[in-house]
């Protein structure tokens, strides 16, 4: 299951699913805030991204110690 938390707090949420069964190998550069009709215009502070998932007790770690 993918969870999404912005600023500590849980804003959504994915079905359960295989993950074995996605191929996410590429060649390509990570782009972030870049959609297909639109992109982010603004700011991103504290930006991280894992090889892993985070337990609920890092992510509240996390955002305990950045504010």
Known sequence: ??????????VAKSTRFDPSAYDLAN???LLLGFGQ???FNGKMLDLRI???A?????????VSSSR
């Open 50 to 52: 894992y090889r892993r």
């Open 1 to 10: 299951m993918l969870k999404l938390y912005i600023n500590g707090a849980l």
């Open 37 to 39: 009709h639109d992109h």
């Open 54 to 62: 985070l337990s609920d007790s890092e992510l509240r770690t996390l």
């Open 27 to 29: 060649r390509h550069p």
